[in-house]
């Protein structure tokens, strides 16, 4: 399974950006997805996650502002990111995961030993 992150960028405060993540491989099973994001010298934060069954859950961070989604035949994750803030700006990183699932699952995405991982793609708010 190989998960490949598209999307980022450099943006103004306010402004709009949108994340993909392209599945490809056996992907389309598992039972939680979710975007994490590290910024240099901050913890790394679960940012958003989507179930099995299409259940949402955010951080307080982002709830309100960023919309998660998938769209299965495309094998494809998203991430909605509106009205961005400078303390948005860090790197953005795809995760799957078969072995974890209900709510929140994405909380216990990264650290998960059978989670999949992509590369990650840079946001810039400034």
């Known amino acids: 399974v190989q998960l490949v992150e598209s999307g980022g960028g450099s943006v103004r405060p306010g402004e709009t950006l949108r994340l993909s993540c392209t599945v490809s491989?056996?992907?389309?099973?598992?039972?939680?997805m979710g975007w994490f994001r590290q910024a240099p010298g901050k913890e790394r934060e679960g940012v958003a996650g989507i179930e099995s069954d299409g259940s949402t859950s955010y951080a307080d961070s982002v709830k309100g502002r960023f919309t998660i989604s998938q769209d299965d035949a495309e094998n494809k994750l998203y991430l909605q990111m509106n009205s961005l803030k400078p303390e948005d700006t860090a790197m953005y990183y795809c995760l799957a995961d078969r072995s974890i699932s209900g709510r929140l699952c994405y909380t216990r995405l990264w650290n998960s030993p059978y989670n999949y991982r992509g590369q990650g793609t840079q946001v810039t708010v400034s």
């Open positions: 491989g056996d992907g389309g099973s598992a039972n939680c």
